[in-house]
């Protein structure tokens, strides 16, 4: 035979479960735009049944937890894309960036010069006695000097921004290794006690996304604790536990930012930079170290090339004075050149009459050098032979042109990726205020009629009470 | 399929920006006009027009330096023209002069003309464009010829560049027209027909250069010792074959002078003897008036090719870079209906709530 306390008892706990779901379906709803956010809810189960006689009887619902509704597969491959996604958005950006130094489709740029430069010499040639065509020959050369070495600062300040790009990234790491390590700590507190941490563990997984999206990180759960273990590239041990290790920067010889990791405190340090392969710092590093290090190089190597060509020939030649002609351009003779360093010889620059035309001296109608010197444009003199000055100027446009499409189109098919998988985790365990609503409903619904058990378990026993005055 | 909020947010969000970046691609086509704005456009087409813009580019300069050779051959040849005329002119005299019915004052008379005339060559041989003298070879700011003849500029030729390792000599120099020097076979070694076009080729062509001169320097001396100086400005010599160093050209200013000595001298075989030098001289007129009108004509074909090549080029640029407006704008009012239906429904359904049917 039941008892009516039991109804009472009954009811009580129907009100505080339904309370409870309430309770966790505000939450919800006040989540709704929280990132990272996975819907909850109460794990409802039958409260252990009663002995009455031969049967058993129910004695209500009570709450077994409140879980997360989370899909931690999908959170993992969201982690690995998006890396990817970060990464290639690095190397767009970048490329882009890249890709705009070079972009001479509507205004003037390094081709437009070296040809002007080329010209010049075509119309020395045509006047050869000319103060005016040598002039502007000083004057193109100076404007050719001066498009390479504003195209090289340019690349070098993208260098430098990226550096700066690294060294942020690295501060937010640590920013972001820091929490995780606090959430670990918290989580472990937590759990120990067979609770869930479903909100710590959302924020744990929104920032282990985050710090994907910054460098390529495997991490593991300990399933005993809880906490998690993260390592950045291969051998960067970031989170062990509750506690953290901090990524340092540095800076190379060429001045470039490097990530470095102490292996133990006040212990030796090592270079960890090369194992980023993922994440927005692996995508400043690649088009950093790869990309613009490489234009770079063959901007100085066309330039090299150029002045020290047109240096040979002209050096052959006489001037309009009769005189041996000297370098036009002035480049160390040691090899150790520099595009910063490129200048027009100070003479020349002071005298234009210093320049060659002429293969005899004394006689100024000669334009023999002036037409060799133009000629030099179309000689197979870069590469071994292989390429004239153009062409191997505009094959490195068209390489960074292809390059930044394909990275435009990698980036946007890897965003559809993320978008996509973003989408079946919002399907999962996203909000959706219909679903809410209606479970607000039922769970009102149900604290109501909890309510009216007791009511009647009260009327029962004024039942029973008013047995004996009758 | 569950959807829940954000779903539709992001959703709602991407299309949105989808159809805004569209817009702005096309918005960016109609009004620059052109299909590529970046390499990366398309990294083949852009390439492509860069090097057909720097072959334009070329192509105008090596115009420019072909309008400067065509004028100066212009001005060469009529200068030529004058002079075939005037020793025309001095054929004509000289033919009425060998005649003995016109002997005495005439002669002289006809030797007063002749002076004229010579004078006039003279000046036609130091003839100018602007400060260059046009027969002077290399050296074009020095006066080629002086008052007796003596040239001092060189056999140079000015090689204008019409193209790519296409070159035109834009000058005769006045040794071969006037003094007829390497006209015939009088052993003179010619300048190379080759542009030296790299610095290896200009340092062959400054050694084979040095070699020619030094052999044409010899030649120059042993021409005078076999003649002697006695000779000079003898007509009898002229026409005559050298015993020595063979045939050679005619030197316009020694015939026109012997001319005018004989005439003044009245002096009839003088006279006779120089009719046919007037004849090889105008022979050697004719010829050089030949080489320039064939170096106009590989000007003019040049001019043509080139202007061909940078009207291909930039109908090849245009076929290339620039937007088809028709399309783009085609395309611009599809784009625009998109995020007008995008923006239409996703209010509608960002409004959309159960809550609102529940009182």
Redesign the interface.
Known sequence: MAKIHGLLDLGKRGLMINQTALQTTSHNIAN??TEGFSRQRVDVQTSPPVWEGNHRIGTGAMAGGISRTNNPWLEKQIEREGSQLAFAEGRATG??KI??V?????IKGL??SI??F??SF??L?????SAVARTVVRDNSVAMINNFQSVDRQVDNLTKELNSQIEAGVGEINQITKEIAKLNEKILSVEITGTNANDERDRRDLLVKRLADKVDINYSEDTKTGTLNITAGKTGILVAGTSYEQLRTGRTADNKIQVLYELSDGGSVVDITDQFKRGGIGGAIDVRDNIVTDIKNHIEVLSYNISN?VN??HM??FDRNGQQGQMLFDIPQDGQFVIENLKLNKSIQDDASLIAA???P????????A??I??????PLMNDGQYTF??FY??K??????L??RE?SAFETQKNIV?QL??TR???S?????EE??KM?EFQKSFEASARIIKMADEMFDTVLSLKRM | ???????NQ??IM?NIQKSRSELSTLQNQAS?G?R?????????G??K???N??EI??LE??E??AQ??RLFLETTESVLAQLSESIVRAKELALQAANDTNGGSPREMIGAEIEQINGAVMEMANRRIG??YLF??????TQPFTKDGEYSG?D?E????TN??H?IAM?LSGDKVFLGRGVGADGKIKPSGD?????D???N??IS?AEREFKNDEQDESRIETRGPANVGRIQRLGKEDPVIGGEGVNIFNLMQGLEVALKANDKYGIQDALEPLDQALNQLNLARAEIGGRVNQLNASTDGNQKTIIDNKVNNSLV?DADLFQVMTDLNKSDTTLKATLETSGKLVNM???DF?R
């Open positions: 709704r735009g490329l882009q890709e705009g070079f972009n001479e489709q509507t081709s437009g040809s002007d080329f010209n075509r119309e040639a045509s006047n050869p006695e060509e040979k020939a052959e030649g002429a293969a005899k004394n006689s100024v109608g000669d334009n023999t050098t037409n060799v133009h000629s030099l444009q179309f000689k153009d062409d505009n094959a446009v068209g390489q960074i042109g292809t930044t499409q435009n978008d973003k989408n919002e399907g999962i996203g909000v959706n205020l219909d609503a209606s409903i | 399929m569950r959807v829940t909020d954000k779903m992001s959703q991407n620059t052109k590529i704005t970046k390499p990366s456009d398309d990294p083949i852009a390439t027009v860069l090097s813009r720097g580019k070329n300069q090596f420019r330096g400067n050779a400060e260059r002077a070879g290399h050296k074009t700011l060189d140079g000015m090689k204008i560049g790519k390792g070159f000058n542009t030296p076009q790299s610095v080729d200009l340092q062509y400054k250069e870079e709530s159960l809550l529940l």
